[in-house]
């Protein structure tokens, strides 16, 4: 490799820097950021940049393009640390969560294959639910499946398109054409409201990620950039790079995960600044090269595929055991990125480089030659591969997770099924029944009377500490709610006690509090907000003070807005959301916050096994402690 080669690959070491901190800062806490949406997208575009350069280049020299020995290296490059991952964690889960052999022989073959993220799509895989029986140590192996299938098909499309007589100019259309279709239905199968996995997975609207880099080594290969350009043009080249890398990092961090900007043209924007800048670093006499070619990021840069691979495995192992991650939300993260780290180095030193590098006659004097210590690791390695091919192996008869992870997620499909039929009904009854939160009339009290006494209603509750005096009175509370997937398991019980004519619940799984804005705003301008609002987010992401202004001014000061805090120990944001809520429960008086952490406080019983979503038994005391503070706080009108 010669020198200025040498010198472009190591300044992408900086932008892979960047990329694989960017993801595992998002793993460790999703969607604060877009980190990890928008870090895989540096490995693609760099992906197609590096690959389309080399075989132009390959071509042009005379040399031609030599699809089998490029094959048998990409096989080298990607299938040790792919194969080690999967066999690893399969010795791992072997031994330890058993739960999750289910369905490990299919991820092991598709992965093989490089079809995952079409299997994750067809199995109903969701990149963005991480508790109960969704949260799998594989999740982000797609982006390995839609490269694997790019080095597989691009080549061979190239090829091809050479032998029909075209030139780079055309395949450069060509290529930017199918980048933006790919953008373009990106944005078209969005819905807001709707797990986003199958655009975010498929291949068909990823596309662009990498395609762009391909176009832009079309018109700026790397071999024909030189050194001397006029001082004006290298400032000018320096300035944008500036521009471009201030641009990337205001993305990552001003853009939220579930911003719908991001599907509409969000993500392609910053693919385009990312091409961009790649092309600048691509330049010999770019300041940027330097910059992003120091020690620090070479060498994170040469670790980032196996620090890519290895951080979900760590993650989700670790904090299977350690379940009060919210006790300890500095110590821990530190503790999972220093493993990951660890990992890494020894998986890049022992299995990726050697045999990337290895020929047969490595393998034929490495008994003879090979220290001890040296055959130690590799009888370690071995070791652990041929338990996780076990582990493969057994997972074709293993039973599916256990009950209650389940009974979980059917329990919310059901609930979400059946709330956009409710919801209809109880739009139409608040514009034929505006009602208020004015204290209780003398009629309406001997109305609630009567009927505890003749008609009694949800029986099952009173044992929870509601009267039917109470359950009378809830039936006529008009409530708005909106909430993650803590309040969509709690969906029937709450229909139950307020009545579906009189409440809307909006509840969806991963749901964060900006999306909840749109939602209320939308009720709000259709003139069907309720008098009553009850939020229950903040499960799975931090809230600011600032989010929680913004639905009190919707909000406005004549409604009532309750908002249930959170018990979800295994995030490190728990305390955070918590002591958000109860700082704007001072500030504002039409605010009540619903302390659920502290009333569930040691009753982990009333939680499946992730200790976030209240079982059946749990879900009772949920929705009754939820309405006997709604009714509490009504009083004091």
């Known amino acids: 490799m010669d020198k200025q080669k040498r010198r472009y690959i190591t300044g992408f070491d900086g ?4 990329a694989v901190i960017g993801v595992i800062m998002y793993h460790l806490n999703p969607n604060s950021f877009s980190g990890g949406y928008l870090g895989v997208l540096i490995f693609f575009t760099i992906s197609g940049y590096l690959i389309t350069d080399h075989f132009f280049n390959n071509q042009e020299s005379g040399k031609g393009f030599d699809l089998g020995n490029f094959y048998w290296k990409r096989i080298k490059r990607i299938y040790p640390g792919m194969i080690f991952v999967i066999l690893g964690s399969g010795a791992y889960i072997f031994f330890f969560l058993k739960d999750l052999l289910y369905n490990l022989n299919q991820i092991f073959i598709t992965n093989i294959l490089n079809v995952y993220n079409w299997w994750q799509i067809s199995n109903g895989q969701s990149y963005f639910e ?16 839609i490269e694997g299938q790019f080095y597989i098909f691009w080549p061979l499309i190239l090829l091809l398109l050479l032998r029909l007589g075209w030139n780079k100019g055309k395949i450069f259309i060509f290529t930017i054409s199918l980048a933006l279709i790919s953008a373009v239905w990106m944005a078209i199968q969005f819905k807001p409201g709707v797990d986003p996995s199958r655009i975010y997975y498929g291949t068909d609207t990823r596309m662009f990620g990498i395609l762009l880099g391909c176009a832009l080594a079309m018109i700026w290969p790397a071999e024909r950039l030189r050194t001397g350009i006029a001082k004006g043009d290298r400032n000018r080249l320096n300035i944008l790079g500036l521009f471009l890398f201030a641009g990337m ?4 961090f001003s853009i939220k995960d579930n911003d719908p900007f991001l599907y509409r043209g969000g993500m392609f924007l910053f693919t385009l600044i990312t091409t961009i800048f790649v092309g600048v670093i691509a330049h010999p006499d770019s300041v940027w090269n330097r910059v992003l070619s120091n020690r620090v990021f070479s060498y994170i840069g040469s670790r980032s595929y196996g620090l890519y691979l290895y951080q979900f495995p760590v993650m ?3 904090e299977s055991k350690f379940k009060n991650i919210a006790d300890h939300p500095i110590l821990y993260p530190i503790i999972e990125v ?7 180095e020894f998986l890049y030193r022992f299995v990726e480089q050697p045999i990337a590098k290895a020929k047969w006659s490595d393998v034929k004097s490495f008994f003879t030659v090979s220290k001890m210590y040296q055959k130690v690791i590799a009888t370690v390695i071995a070791a652990i591969l041929v338990m996780g091919s076990v582990s493969v192996v ?7 997770p256990a009950a209650n992870h389940n009974q979980l997620a059917n329990n919310i499909n059901k609930n979400e099924k059946k709330a956009s039929s409710d919801k209809k009904e109880a739009i139409k009854n608040f514009k034929k029944n505006p009602s208020s939160t004015s204290k209780l009339t003398s009629a309406e009290i001997a109305k609630y009377k009567k009927g505890a006494k003749e008609k ?18 809830l039936q006529d509370v008009q409530l708005t709610g909106v909430g993650d997937s803590v309040m969509a398991d709690g969906y029937d019980n709450f229909m139950k006690l307020f009545n579906s004519k009189n409440a809307l619940i909006d509840a969806a799984v991963s749901r964060q509090l900006e999306a909840s804005v749109n939602i209320l705003n939308g009720y709000k301008d259709k003139g069907i907000l309720a008098p009553n609002i009850l939020i229950g987010l903040g499960t799975n992401g931090p809230i600011s003070s600032d989010q929680v202004d913004q639905i009190m001014q919707i909000a406005g000061k004549n409604r009532q807005v309750f908002w249930i805090n959170v018990h979800v120990p295994t995030r490190p944001w728990e305390k955070t959301v918590n002591s958000v809520l109860a700082t704007s429960d001072k500030k504002y008086k039409n605010l009540t916050v619903i302390d659920w952490y502290d009333y569930s406080e040691g009753h982990q019983d009333w939680f499946y096994d992730d200790n976030v979503h209240p079982n059946p038994d749990g879900s009772m005391y949920y929705t009754s402690f939820v309405a006997k503070e709604i009714l509490k706080d009504l009083d004091k009108k």
């Open 249 to 252: 990092i205001y993305m990552i």
């Open 130 to 145: 991480r508790f109960a029986n969704n949260e799998s140590p594989f999740t982000h192996l797609w982006t390995l499946s």
């Open 394 to 400: 057994q997972a074709v008869n293993a039973p599916k």
């Open 316 to 318: 989700i192992f670790f």
């Open 456 to 473: 009694p209603v949800n029986k099952e509750f009173e044992k929870y500490g509601l009267t039917q005096f109470d359950l009378q009175r």
């Open 338 to 344: 220093i493993i990951i780290v660890l990992i890494s």
């Open 15 to 18: 932008l892979r820097t960047l």
